[in-house]
């Protein structure tokens, strides 16, 4: 048996499966939005009280696990791997100084050349914490599989934002300037055996004393590993995940980086996983339209005709891609007296986005698109999925699995033999 678990800024999910990827168990946790100095705790807690919902028996047999979290989450840690600063989450701006010195040194197309990244959050903890109150600085997914193996190291997709070299899989020379790498993780290929779990945490959690804790990823790359259930992918596949934003992840055989655009790749073996995020989203139509006016109104949509109406559907002010514009405004002019009209015109605003990003994509030298994999609530709209087809003009499918738990359980069964060419080790 096989564990992944999934954290989310909300909650967690768990999912085990045998070797052959069937599902034998789910187990979730919510727990809302947290104070910051309520997180660490929090995330702590249901780690090990997701575990303990798994039956004791399947518990036993487990022989590998993976986490995913969410990218450039990342906690501030003395030796003992015990926070000393609240979590700074993905989503924390603050570091906008230490963003201007990144780029400045790496490039205003790198990954980490953002308030939000990892490496920005590195560098604003040291200079408020000082030497003595951190010793190490590791992302959400890095410092829970950390708890299990005592193993603190990060994987290839979390450490991108924090300035990782995916050609080298080290931590450059620039990084060693700004952060001084030995605060950060060790880097290693996403699915690496990091160790068994500890016996003092196997016989507390009941775990199997020979379970292999495997290196995570981020959340939505773990989804993107879900979303293919067992089947290998191919360069031109992709995936896209509709949930209240709009996330497009493609398989490339070259490395797209364009950080104009709001796009960058991340390591897949031999390969590369290009992709971009939206604002728009499922957001945007629940500003809108109830859900159960969603339900009823597509119902009556005839996907087959375009609206005629060119509506740029955004939550509010600001876009990251297909365009990285902070002061795009939403376009949803004129607005039809008809709600089921209004609806389709925002759907096919919605699918205008998706196209124009893998066109995007394409643009930039990255494998040409051949179908689309769709997670998140928006793949069960009927309508919206035929719109998006007509629009993209490639199959369009329902993913496999949607949980991201599903993705990482598939890692710590696979481990880095699910990369192609990635090679365990």
Same mark, same amino acid.
Request: aromatic share 6%; hydrophobic share 40%.
């Given at each position: 048996?096989?564990?992944?678990i999934d954290f989310g800024t909300t909650g967690a999910r768990g999912c085990v499966i045998s070797p052959g990827g069937e599902i034998e168990d789910m187990a979730r946790i919510d727990f809302g939005c947290l104070p910051d100095h309520e997180a660490a705790a929090t995330w702590r807690d249901t780690l090990y009280s997701l575990i303990a919902q798994i039956p004791l028996g399947m518990r036993k047999r487990l022989l590998g696990l993976a986490i995913d979290g969410t990218s450039a989450s990342v906690l501030a840690c003395d030796e003992a791997l015990n926070p000393t600063f609240p979590p700074m989450l993905y989503n924390? &701006?603050? =570091? !906008?100084?230490?963003? $201007?010195?990144?780029?400045?040194?790496?490039?205003?197309?790198?990954?980490? &050349?953002? =308030? !939000?990244?990892?490496? $920005?959050?590195?560098?604003?903890?040291k200079k408020h914490l000082g030497l003595q109150r951190a010793r190490l600085y590791l992302n959400q997914a890095d410092w829970l599989s950390a708890l299990l193996s005592g193993n603190p190291v990060s994987d290839y997709h979390n450490a991108l934002k924090m300035g990782l070299d995916l050609e080298t899989g080290q931590w450059p020379a620039w990084v060693e300037y700004l952060a001084d790498i030995d605060y950060l993780p060790i880097p290693v290929k996403p699915g690496q055996a990091l160790g068994l779990v500890s016996r003092s945490r196997a016989r507390d959690l009941g775990v199997n004393l020979d379970c292999l804790v495997r290196a995570g990823t981020t959340d939505s790359i773990a989804a993107f590993l879900a979303a293919g259930g067992e089947q290998p992918r191919l360069p031109g596949e992709a995936v896209t995940s509709l949930g209240s934003t709009l996330v497009l992840k493609l398989l490339s055989e070259t490395r797209v980086d364009a950080g104009e655009y709001g796009v960058y790749s991340h390591w897949y073996g031999r390969y590369w996983l290009a992709g971009g995020a939206s604002n728009a989203g499922g957001a945007v139509l629940r500003q809108h339209f109830s859900d159960d006016e969603l339900?009823?109104?597509?119902?009556?949509?005839?996907?087959?005709?375009?609206?005629?109406?060119?509506?740029?559907p955004l939550p509010g002010m600001g876009e990251r891609f297909p365009y990285n514009d902070?002061?795009?405004?939403?376009?949803?002019?004129?607005r039809p007296e008809n709600r089921r009209d209004f609806l389709h015109a925002m759907l096919e605003g919605l699918a205008n986005i998706e196209a124009l990003g893998y066109a995007r994509l394409a643009t930039l030298g990255a494998s040409p698109l051949k179908s689309v994999a769709?997670?998140?609530?928006?793949?069960?709209?009927?309508?919206?999925?035929?719109?998006r087809a007509r629009l993209l003009n490639v199959p369009v499918t329902e993913a496999a699995e949607?949980?991201?738990?599903?993705?990482?359980?598939?890692l710590a069964c696979h481990g880095t033999d699910l990369f192609p060419g990635g090679g365990d080790v």
């Open positions: 048996m096989y564990l992944g924390d &701006a603050r =570091a !906008t100084e230490e963003a $201007a010195r990144i780029r400045l040194t790496a490039g205003e197309q790198h990954p980490a &050349a953002t =308030a !939000t990244s990892g490496l $920005a959050k590195v560098m604003w903890l339900i009823a109104l597509s119902k009556d949509i005839n996907p087959n005709i375009s609206t005629g109406l060119d509506y740029y902070p002061v795009r405004l939403p376009r949803l002019d004129p769709t997670a998140g609530g928006g793949a069960k709209n009927a309508a919206y999925s035929r719109i949607h949980e991201a738990c599903f993705g990482s359980a598939r």
